[in-house]
């Protein structure tokens, strides 16, 4: 069964270091996106990407956040200066048009 | 008010018991609603998508939308040990909306061999 692979499954980085985490969809898929889950609360959008551009972004995808799609398979998200509250599960997923959205397993970032 | 209300448990049962998890939601901008399995420290795993309201079904699992109360519910028959985990409800707004999801906090359900 396909699936959405992600990498690192855990990062520990220094406050103020730069991070890139990775992601694989599922290759027929169009849709992308970032979501991120703290420790105890709910998952939370971060960002949408479709046809090579950004389409939808929430709060906290700030100007430290960004996303690209390098080359035909990889999706990935970049923390330019992390900083504690960073700390969480990141989830990348894809989806085809019927908007069903399939998850990774996800990667821990933990900033020290 | 938040947008998607989910009690979060936790929730035990013994094995072989019918499971009620539900979620009200405010924004009625809300047109489809899915329910998301999440194991311990892993990525959310899709269970129910619908759309309409009424039941839909598939083996143990019954999905029911209540649109016009603003609530969703899904139900486990003959629950068993390894549906202990989170679940999470989600929804998202019609066509154009980008598929983002709004998730619930999730509900804690422990099955009792």
């Known amino acids: 069964e396909p699936e959405v692979t992600q990498t690192p499954s855990h990062q520990v980085t220094q406050m103020g270091q730069e991070v890139i985490l990775r992601c694989v969809p599922i290759s027929n898929h169009l849709y992308f996106y970032w979501y991120r889950q703290i420790l105890g609360q709910k998952v939370e959008f971060l960002v949408s990407?479709?046809?090579?551009?950004?389409?939808?972004k929430s709060e906290i995808f700030d100007d430290q956040f960004s996303v690209e799609r390098p080359d035909g398979s990889n999706f990935t998200l970049k923390i330019r200066s992390t900083k504690l509250e960073d700390s969480a599960m990141y989830f990348c997923a894809s989806s085809r048009d019927t908007g069903e959205l399939f998850f990774g397993e996800g990667s821990r970032l933990t900033v020290l | 008010q938040k947008e998607v209300e989910q009690d979060p448990g936790p929730l035990s049962v013994p094995e072989g018991a019918i499971v009620s998890l539900n979620c009200t939601y405010s924004n009625s901008a809300f047109q489809y609603f899915m329910w998301y399995r999440q194991y311990s420290r892993k990525g959310p795993e899709l269970l129910m998508y619908?759309?309409?309201?009424g039941n839909k079904e598939d083996g143990r699992f019954t999905a029911q939308v209540d649109k016009s109360s603003k609530y969703i519910s899904l139900f486990i028959r003959d629950s068993q040990p390894s549906d202990s985990a989170t679940y999470l409800c989600a929804m998202r707004k019609g066509e154009g909306s980008n598929y983002k999801l709004t998730f619930g906090k999730g509900t804690l359900l422990t099955v009792n061999p």
């Open positions: 619908t759309y309409s309201s």
């Open positions: 990407f479709y046809n090579n551009e950004i389409s939808e």
